[in-house]
């Protein structure tokens, strides 16, 4: 992988005289970034071009080539692949578009690629991409042209577009932010964002890595990198497309969209997700400083409105104003008019205007136990107060340097001040304030919740794989789903408990069933065809005697009497007063299984309440999953009511986990409900719906 | 008013020779500025500034005197004052700062400053605030030196805060935002928000207003300017704090706490809330641009990935990506090349290289039936398309008049050419497609949420004022608040329904009302103590017999034995499948008369699911209450259930505008639950609490 970045030779192919080809671009970029290896350029006719000769064919070129960019009609491109190939290169990048986006002669080609690549061993990026840079080696091979205008740094990406990945190069300039690699994956046939990754990780030169993606291909390897490595990692997944939720089978389905996936996926791999560019930028911009490791900030401001401002958007990304210790208080006192200013944490510096008490301040503040982070909001006038706030930002380094902790500067001042200090100083500096609270926030979040590794899949208990494999296969062979009872036999193999259920074919078991159970009962319909059960009255609760048993037997199995797919009726006892969870789990496409928990009924329905984690997590994790969701103070007991049994919540969450990784088989596994009763008491399933 | 920013003389109080001297500063601004009328200097000494006269006091000078401007200690204010009052000056403003902010001394001055203005009738901005623009006039009163960059335009600006004024200044004049007055208003002891709001919607050269505000004092007046105008309104409102919703008595109050009331009551006056200075700007920028009528939008973009970012970016903000027209599709099918890109809403320009096209494209786009605006995701490179680029944009200007449909233009470019097209241009520019799309949002928002005025309040029945009356007299004389079946009477006189409710004072008398009403019945304690009954097991449900009748009477009883606020136990019937709402109403402070609607129990305290309305409004404001809940979809009949008589909701939230409105002495009143039964059965009040 290392050549696509630092290659000792490149050749163009594609490249004319002509002042319209594109294939000239790259030859001119390479020039204009200072490649350091050997460039060769290919094209249809022979030539010169920038003083050097334009072969018809690699093959003839007698020296070794690294790295190979083709720019040439699609048609022409497994010609060329093919003799890349032959003359044993090894590295390819294809800018080319026309390829499996164009249709069904694209993927013909895209196949025909594929193979040649297989064939030589060739690793290539693309096709339909924009190409790479590496400002180490001065590689850079997009086929527009470019001005080096970038900084050396740390920051590398990977994007799957192009005009997108360009934009952040244009963005990171205007910010002044160094940039290490670039990648434009474009259709990913062969090379990925996974592959990319890897090497990125391992690069001593990237620091942080931004990926940019419409599509994710390899999830599960993507999050086992991302948690591999202590390098901060964000990306921006676009094309949320909320479609895939309506032709979703059962309700974990339908609620663990895949964008929903996505984004427990990649906060549990401690990967940041970005919504848009102006974020990534502000992440950018503060994950450089020294970690915010706590959620305890102190606004220290010039401006009491600025004050007020800042201390509203702490409220809203949930940091504390850490009180301000009295003794603190009490050493800065003297700095202030008596009287004039309210010591507080917003700290007002109203009408201070001492730069250096500023940075005693800041510096005091710092020292604070209570106090992670600090934000600082300047506003200046540029023409008298240039120079003390240059030497102030320039003790501000220092301070975050050897407290370790941030501080996060916004400055209102004037445009062209702003933009010169931004170019003279290598301090991040904000203009918004809302934008530096969400920055800081944004580190918070990501050095906060770092985590130690994957934990294990919970264990499963003795002899489950064979109740539950002699359940599945039987249904896999009658082509159906595990009906009620089945699906409740394999959560019991799991150790999921489950509300005991006769299953019975005709009402006079359902008499002697329910009255072995005691009454209440209630009742509910075993049918193949019929999914969501209450929907068309298939459950009937509460039944209180044999004659009501007898008249809700009759109703319930009217639903289905002109259908074939009648099973029979479970009956179940009546249960104390409890609430009804839904957990779910299912095999995602791009990250395999997943689990899902929410508050039944209504709750996940209307409020979308549900929180998602990839398979395997631990017992803290399941806690979490379940202390996330915003009902979860009605389990804790709400309004004097007593708390619910949460624990078994937990276990049975976990169990599930190790049910839809132990059965690839299995698609979608829905409980619903999961019922807790009080503390304690435990909880069981009432249902059990299971789709292979 | 119009003496505060077009005065023919100023006179700055507080100048000396001094070089540290603040007051000078006011007097070198007016010059910088150009102001057109004459200045007078006052200081402490004699002597020149300027060279022009400093005099000892205002009494001193000859001519008559428009506008005062004074900065000099606070002790000396009113001196200052009562002379400016025997000059004849009618108009002052006090940037000083020490009074009520700094305490009781500073309280006392400020009553001796308002009762002197009083005296002579003047009217003062301030203390404690920066002064004044306007630019027409060339008048600049702050005390702080400025340049005068700024550009001359439609917008005004009120602040409450100095700092976060002067950073608005600071951003407008960077983004080339065009500005006409400013407005500093400090403590706001005479001249407040309203009526520099009042003197600005009558301004002439005022198209918008901006206001910052971190408290609002009189926001009924606020709102019945705003809804007497069509100039945009912009409010940035801070100080959000949640402390209020602690320490209030009931729901509602809780509930409607200050900022979410400040929140409805804005949307109700057609006032646009921003929640930061970047949000404002945006907003700026777009709203003098043709007006978004509906909420169908057309991307177009020259790259795919900008297409699919803007497209997530719509899905949030709920625009509709209007599906283009076959015929349109087919009139630039020619533009493209076969079968390259997939021509769809958003359009990807893909390798269409012409910017003629693009004009045509947008043109075309623009004439749609179903396309309310446009918005266009340019990605170029300076060097080599600065030129059509700008070509394109004054195409664009001239489109979005012709067609009255606006065009928000985002351009991804080096910071250099932005910053320099935006000098060039008048056409509003963006660089962050978010940002683009949320002031497109923000244009929809505005001018199609626009209402016409304000509806009467509802009409109350007969009688009701009398029974009411008597009932609220006698509580009052008592100092207690009415008993549950006071409220209910108070409701039933006002056409709230109410449950059948006996109120008994023994087991005896319960066991009659209990027959009266027939099992099942509920019931609930009655006690002067209790606020909150269920949450201290004072409402037992579902009572079957006698037996079980006594049986719960003990056990409610016991809760109160030891108390001597038991006033006995109301006996309702049980009754059908409904669903509780709370229904509320409160008198705030700011904004008299409220009204809240929330769903029930759980889902009011759990998801903060509750809509606001000021009183008065109509029948459709009523209806929209609900329907803009969260968990309206269940009222509807969610999951084969039967809709719930959303109506008799309706028409209780009319019923109880009125009544809050009738009784400025009842603080809140709750009912929770407000029961519903399913549609055409109506809805009963099942408790009523009214806090006097």
């Not at 290919?42 to 010169?48: A, F, I, K, L, P």
């Not at 694209?106 to 690549?117: C, F, P, Q, W």
């Not at 999050?223 to 059962?250: D, F, R, Y």
């Not at 928990?597 to 631990?618: N, W, Y």
Request: with cysteine.
């Amino acid at each position: 992988m290392d050549k696509f970045f630092n290659p000792e030779s490149v050749v163009v192919v594609g490249v004319s005289e002509s002042p319209a080809n594109m294939g000239r671009n790259i030859v001119s970029n390479l020039l204009e970034f200072g490649f350091k290896g050997v460039i060769y350029q290919v094209g249809r006719e022979r030539g010169t071009l920038f003083s050097r000769k334009i072969y018809k064919s690699v093959l003839e070129i007698e020296d070794d080539i690294d790295l190979a960019v083709i720019l040439t009609p699609a048609l022409t491109v497994p010609h060329i692949m093919e003799e890349c190939g032959r003359k044993g290169i090894r590295n390819v990048i294809i800018e080319t578009a026309g390829f499996g986006e164009f249709g069904e002669k694209g993927r013909e080609l895209e196949k025909r690629i594929v193979n040649i690549a297989k064939k030589y061993g060739v690793r290539f990026i693309g096709p339909n991409c924009i190409g790479t840079l590496s400002l180490k080696a001065g590689l850079a091979t997009p086929f527009v042209s470019l001005k080096n205008i970038f900084r050396r740094g740390g920051v590398s990406v990977i994007t799957q577009s192009g005009g997108v990945g360009f934009s952040y190069l244009t963005i990171f300039s205007g910010e002044d932010i160094g940039i290490s690699k670039f990648a434009s994956i474009g259709n990913k046939l062969n090379v990925d964002e996974n592959d990319l990754l890897e090497y990125l990780i391992k690069d001593d030169e990237t620091e942080i890595i931004c990926i940019y993606l419409e599509g994710i291909s390899y999830g599960r390897r993507l999050m086992e990198l991302a948690q591999g490595t202590n390098k901060p990692i964000l990306v921006h997944k676009s094309n949320i497309g909320t479609h895939a939720a309506s032709i979703a089978h059962s309700h974990t389905a339908a609620l663990a969209c895949d964008d929903a996936v996505v984004s427990a996926a990649l906060k549990q791999a401690g990967i940041a997700r970005v919504e848009d560019r102006e974020t990534l930028v502000n992440y950018l911009k503060i994950l450089p400083l020294a970690k915010m490791r706590g959620n305890r900030l102190a606004i220290i401001s010039r401006s009491g409105g600025h004050a007020v401002v800042a201390a509203d958007i702490c409220e809203r990304v949930g940091f504390d104003l850490a009180p301000l210790s009295r003794e603190f208080l009490k050493s800065i006192e003297k700095y202030f008019r008596a009287h004039v200013i309210k010591l507080t944490n917003p700290l007002d510096l109203g009408d201070l205007f001492d730069y250096d008490v500023y940075a005693q301040i800041i510096e005091k503040t710092l020292k604070q136990k209570d106090v992670d982070g600090v934000v600082f909001l300047h506003a200046y006038f540029s023409d008298t107060e240039g120079k003390p706030t240059r030497a102030l930002l320039s003790r501000v380094e220092e301070l975050t340097r050897e407290y370790k902790k941030p501080v996060g500067v916004c400055l209102t001042t004037d445009e062209a001040e702003f933009v010169k200090l931004q170019d003279e100083t290598e301090y991040p500096l904000f203009s918004v304030p809302s934008a530096v609270i969400r920055a800081m926030a944004a580190s918070r979040d990501f050095y906060v919740g770092q985590t130690g590794g994957n934990p294990p899949l919970v264990k499963g208990g003795k002899g489950r794989l064979k109740i539950a494999s002699k359940i599945i296969q039987a249904c896999l062979r009658q082509r159906r789903n595990p009906l009620l009872k089945e699906g409740m036999d394999i959560f019991e193999a799991y150790g999921i408990p489950v509300v005991k259920t006769v299953w019975v074919k005709n009402i006079a078991e359902a008499v002697r069933a329910a009255e072995k159970i005691g009454y209440p009962v209630a009742i509910k319909i075993v049918s193949r065809e019929i999914l969501h059960k209450t929907d068309v009255g298939g459950v009937r609760l509460n039944i209180r005697n044999e004659a009501q048993l007898r008249e809700e037997y009759k109703n319930i199995i009217s639903i289905v009497c002109h259908d074939t797919s009648f099973e029979g009726v479970v009956v179940q006892p009546m249960l104390k007063k409890g609430w009804e969870l839904i957990l779910g789990a299912k095999q995602d496409a791009n990250f395999g299984p997943v689990v899902m928990a929410g508050l039944g009924g209504i709750f996940v329905e209307i409020f979308k309440d549900t929180s998602i984690r990839i398979v395997p997590f631990g017992k803290s994790e399941a806690r979490d999953m379940l202390a996330e969701l915003k009902g979860y103070k009605i389990l804790q007991g709400a309004r004097g009511d007593k708390p619910y049994d949460i624990a078994s919540a937990e276990d049975a969450i976990l169990k599930l986990s190790r049910l839809i990784s132990d059965f690839p088989e299995i698609k979608e596994i829905d409980i619903n409900p999961f019922y807790i009763l009080h503390k304690g008491q435990g909880g069981l399933s009432l249902d059990a719906r299971i789709i292979l």
